[in-house]
Every structure is written in C-alpha cells, then in structure tokens.
C-alpha cells in the first residue's frame, strides 16, 4: 500500500518566492552609500552643480509619480501641473503669512493630497485618454482660479518671501538638502507602496483588470490612493520648484510642460519601473543642459525620443538594460526560485521520514 | 438686452467650437484614439493656409480647398504610421504617443514660427462685418459664416457614415473590427480613411479660429484641444449633434462669464464642464452610460 502512495505521489518540487534573483540587502546598503554622498554634495561642488542636482530631483520626483500613475495605475494624466501649480502656491500664500518656506514645504505635501481627493472624485468618472484631457482642464480650471486673487500676485505671480537674512550659500545648500528629501522620500514611498498589499492589487489590475475586480481587489480604492500619492508628489516637487526659482508664475508651474517633463522622462527611462524615471532624468538633465542654448529644441527632442522608446521599445532604456543584467534596484516584484535537484531529494526525502 | 446678446454670441461661438470638437469625437468612435495632438494640428493647419497665402497670394478662403485635402492625406498617412502603431501596441502607448506628438508640434511651432500671434485674413471685410438684431445685439458675419459651416459639416459626416459606402465600412469597423475584417474590409485602410475625414475637419478648425481670433503655437492646446474635450463632454461622447449642443452650451456659459466680468470668459466654461462632468458625466445627449 505505501509502495503505491510513494510512485502516485506528484513530484515533489521544492520552491521558494523570493522578491529578487539575488540578494536585496546589498541593494539597500548602496542605496544608504549613494544617499550619504549625495548629501555630502553641497560642501564638495560648487553652487552651480548642486543647482542642476536640484531640477534633476524636481524632475525625478515628478517623474517617479506619473509613472505610479501612468505605468503602475494606467492612469494617465497630463494634468499633473495643477499639482506642482497648487505645491508651488501652498508655499507662496504660507510664505505671505510669514511661515519658512522650508516649513511650508511639508504642508503643501498635505494640501495637495487633500486637494486630490475631491479633484480625483470628478475625473474618475472618465476613462484613458479622456481622463487624460479631463486632468488637463482641471488644471487649466485651477490655474485660472488662482489667477483671480490679486494677493497670490494674480496672473503675473510674484517672488517667493521668507528668505530675508538667509545666507545665499546656505540657502542653496538648504535647497539642496530640501530636494534630495523630497526625492529620497518619494522613492521611498513609491517602494513600499508596491510592495505592499496595493502593489499587487495594482499588478492584478495591470494583467487584467476584469479578472481582478472579480476576485474582490478594490481597483477604484486603489487608483484613488495611487492619484492622492502622486498628487502629494507633485505637490511637493511644486514646493520645491518654487523655492528652487524663488518666484511662483501661474503659467510656468501650470505649464503643461511639466507633464511632458515627467512623461519624457519616464517614458524614456523605462514606464513601469522604478528605476525607469532615475535613468529617465538622467537622460534629461544632460540633454537639458547640452540644448540649452536652443529654447525649445531639447522638448522636440525628447518628444521625439519619447515616441520612438514608446514604439520600439516600450519598457525604455531601463528595460533594455535589465533584459542583459536581470538586476533589480527596488525588487517590488516576485521570483519564484526553484532549489536545486539536491535540495528536492532532501525534501523527499525527510517527507518520507515524516510519513513513518 | 445685454444678456441676450450674450447668449446669440455664445450660440454662435459654440458652431466653431463644434467644429472643434467632431475631429475629436471621430477619431474616438471609429478609432478609440483620443488624440492628444488635435489642436495642435488644427493650428498647423492654421499656419499652412498662412503660409500657402503668403507664398501662392491666392485669395484667402479659397486656400482652404488646399489646407483641407492636405490635412486630410496628413491625417491618413499619420493613422496609416505613426498612429496605427502604436495602436497595435496598447492604449497607454497611443496616449503617449499622440501627446508626445502634441509637445513637439507645439514646440516646433514655437522654434520656427516664434510665439506671435497670427490672424488669418486680417484685411478680409467678411472679418470685420456685422449686421444689427435690435439696437444692442451686432451679430459678426463671420461667426454666422463659422456655425453654417459647422452644421454643413456635421450634416455631411451624419449623411456619409449613414449613407455612404465608405461610411458603412466605417461604421463596420468601429462596431466589431474582427468581423469586418472577415468580411473583407481592410480595417487600416478604413481606419486612415477616418482620420483623414477628421483631420478635414480639424483643418476647416484650425483655419475658422484662425480667422476669428488669432492664432499662436499655444493656442492648439490652451483652447483648441481643451474647448473641443469640453464640448464632447458636456454633449455626450460619441454623438455628433450632442457635440453642437456641447459646443452651444460652453459658448453660451463663456459669453455670460464674460459679461459678468471679461476675464471669468473662459473659466465659466471649464465650470459648466466640471458640473456636467458631475451631475450628468454621460453627457447631455447620450442616454447610455459612458464606460
């Protein structure tokens, strides 16, 4: 009788699931190394270095949530100007009434997320590319809201406050130190995030949406707290562009270039990734920087690129890389890793043990 | 009086933006693409009719039997390229693609053709004439002009996808793509035939806000894109004549935010669209919930 059991028995496989090929800790260990010497910046570069360090953590954090949005939630919005415009505002009006900008930051995080709520209420009811339009007027709709009140500075804006007595080389620094917060934070954030229970809600959403809803995930619960997450991001890239520039104007924070700032930038490292958006900065910054000279050709051209990664290979630069490397950064997903043919027989065999 | 004049005006408005709007509404019935760069194409379109009047000195309305069949073969090469593919690949890719379109459209014209504003046929007598309804309602030929034109359109695109040949196969393969291509239809070549009827219209767009207003390599976005949207919306998604009642509604809610104070011209219209998006988010016209 046991002889039969033992030849009918399944094979027995044993597995593992394991959030990464390899070891994670190491991945955490250089991340910490690369933030400490990130911080360690402003006393080694010049000003003028850090300066460009700025915008590439305002474009990374922007970038890092379109992509929560766009390639983790499929939603995407090209309105997420009315975010940075609202972050950027939140400090200006905390500034006039005599809070640090410093200070102002955090809460203009808050007032975003909250304003993301009722905002999220009234474009959830349209779906794909007319959501897309829908959040583009809303944030024409904010924009020329916030133009009517004369003490914002109405339609021209008006420089930032609060910087009265700051030393100008501690001011960058500070600056400085705000943005790499900003973006480590973010990072942070997105990370855990999906590694969380919503990350896989958003995966099974992903796959097929049908399919999860069926199966009890609260897609819309979940795309609500992915739109109210990057609505606090871009508030709080808003803050920082506003600090950054020490002036707020309605029509550059509420510029629709920022979306294509943070579409280009995803799309070009990678949608879908978290380390998409890192490369994706990367190569925008430099380009940024080299086509300076030339007004609006580095959008053209990164418009350009945006298209052909997106048609010819829409995982990015970051995916063309990892189909070589199979390395990941930030593992938010899973592995299922098999133990060798050793590993099985022993597990046969104290199977067997266990069975007498 | 003022009122009532205000609301024959934003009547009228709501003919152009209308004409805005059909392109939009087509390319996302038959095609499920929502084009991101609609209005910059119509202000190319703008500017190609500037351009064929400057180089050619031909009289101005007659270069619109230029600009639309160019628009139109534009409009099919495009779907028949850029558009296509990235509809083969997914939605998401398709989005962003036609706004990457958008931005470097708009960026181009900003790098070639300056941020100046332009008009089309600024010495045209047809531009600056009116006639009087009353003693305080002037009514611009122009914009009557722009809304029979808007009309024409729209009876035209009604009749030739309920009656002709080519509107048949369209509506074929907006229905159920597999089965007509089983029948027989090439669903691309059908597929380019509707983007270049769209693109048709974007440029009669294009060449009518021209004409009414100015135009800049912003405008494509901040009013010809946005305004189209709301016009669908508040009309009903996928229905041509609620897209003229769409048009009508945000030009009359525009012109009595503009008689109420000059500058709330435009938000009055974004605070229609919001409350229709909330009260009504299927439209005014369309009895079927919008999925």
Redesign the interface.
Known sequence: MSQVTQTLAPPVLDFRVTRSRRNVAWTGAVALAIVAVLAYFPYIFYPGTTAIMVQAFIVLTMASMWNLLAGYAGLVSVGQQAFVGLGAYFVLYLALHGTSPFWALPVAVVGCAVAGLPLWWLVSRLRSGYFAIATWVLAATIMLIIERFPSLGSGTGMPLPGFAGYNVALLTADTYWAGLAVTVASLLVIYLLLRSRLGLVLTAIRDDEVAARSSGARVALARMLVFVVAAAGCGAAGALLAIDQLQVQPSAVFSVQRTAEMAFATIIGGIGTIEGPIIGTAVFIVLQQELAPYNAWYLIILGLVAIGVALFAPRGLWGLADDRLNVRLFPVGYWLRFTPERTISQGAETRRQRMH | MAWVNAIIQGVLTGGLYALFACGLSLM?GVM???N?AHGDLAVVAGYVALGIIAVTHMPVLWSVVVVVPVMAALGYALQRT?IQ??LD?S???????T???S??IE??L??FFSANTRGIGVNLSLITASFSLGSQVQIAYLLVVIFAVAVIVLLGLQYFLSASRYGRLIRAVADDREAAQLAGADYRHVFGIAAALAFGTVALAGFAYGMYSQLAPTTG??TI??FA??AV?IGG?GSLWGTLLGGVVLGVAQQIGAQINI?YE??AG??V??AV??LR?QGLTSRRA??
């Open positions: 996302f499920k693409v929502v991101l850029l593919s990235a690949r939605v998401l890719i398709t989005l962003l693609v706004f990457g379109l931005v470097v960026n181009g900003l790098q976005t901040d894109l946005l949207f709301a919306v998604l500058s435009v938000l974004y605070l669209f919001l998006l909330v988010p919008q999925t």
